[in-house]
Structure formats: C-alpha cells, structure tokens
C-alpha cells in the first residue's frame, strides 16, 4: 500500500513527539503531543491519508499501537 504520509511517533510518558513526511509535496510537519491517545489521534487524522504511523516501544508500550488500530489506523511498532 501506497503511504502518503509516513509518521514517526517518539512516545514518552508525559509527551509525545511526531513527524510526518507528506510524500506528495515533501513537507515536513513536526508536532508535539501529550500522551492522551485522543489527542494523538486527532493530529494523525488531520494529516494527508493514507498514513502510516511507526514508533518503538518496550514490553508496555503497545496500547497506543492496538489504540491507533482499532481506529483504523496503519501503525507498526518497530
């Protein structure tokens, strides 16, 4: 499948740090969060579709990934 912005999530436990590469025009689109999953969502959402959405994560970092989708959201967690 065909991303048209690809997005790096750094996700910590009081903030959360996104870049999103639009694919199409090259623009860069930096963004920090708090850690509310709506909050996160909201920004991924407003972003060009379709996207994909990456980020690492220890044993205990996967809610966010089951989060993003179930919302239908195309998330790896590297």
Do not use: K
């Not at 969502?41 to 959405?53: E, F, Q």
């Amino acid at each position: 499948m065909f991303e048209r912005t690809s997005v790096g999530l750094d996700v910590h436990a009081r903030s959360v740090a996104g870049c999103a590469l639009d694919a199409q025009t090259g623009e860069i689109i930096p963004h920090r969060m708090t850690p509310d999953l709506a909050e996160i969502l909201a920004w991924i959402v407003s972003l060009p579709a379709p996207v994909r959405v990456v980020y690492e994560a220890g044993p205990t970092g996967f809610g966010l990934a089951r989060f993003l989708l179930a919302a239908g959201i195309d998330t790896l967690v590297a």
